[in-house]
Every structure is written in C-alpha cells, then in structure tokens.
C-alpha cells in the first residue's frame, strides 16, 4: 500500500509522494517538489516535467536522507492537487 511521505534526497530535493519502500529503494509515485515561497510558507511543483514518471519512479536508498510523515493539511493539500 503507497503511503503520503516526504522524502529528502542527498541532491538537497525534498519531495512529497506515494511511496512504497523495499530493503533497498524507494518507489515515489506522483512526485511533487517542494518550494519554499515566503516564511512558513510552500508550493508544490512538478518534479521531473520532462520525464515520463507515470508510473513512478525508483530511487535507490543510498541517495534518500531521509524519509518523514508530511503534517496532515500537506498531506490533504497534496491528495487534492
């Protein structure tokens, strides 16, 4: 079951997604970046516009940081875009 996380990758990118995690990746599923905009506040922006990720995308563990629940209105915020 794909669950709404956010995960940084060593690239500095932070993304919110649907996830599904192996021993050894990450699948992101609908991958969106996040922007800052202003103080306490963010957009999400496409990641990856060029590329044809419908179905997702691999990434391999050793390039995630780190892998967080985003706070529920992002996650809502997210569900809806």
Not at 44 to 56: E, N, T, V
Request: no cysteine.
């Amino acid at each position: 079951m794909s669950e709404i996380k956010i995960v940084r990758l060593t690239s500095g990118e932070e993304l919110i997604a649907k996830i599904e995690e192996t021993d050894t990746s990450v699948m992101l599923k609908k991958p969106a970046i996040l922007i800052p905009t202003g103080k306490d506040q963010l957009a999400f922006g496409q990641w990856l516009p060029y590329a044809d990720i419908k179905d997702g995308v691999t990434i391999p563990k050793e390039y995630v940081v780190f892998v967080v629940d985003p706070m529920e209105e992002m996650s809502e915020q997210y569900d809806e875009a």
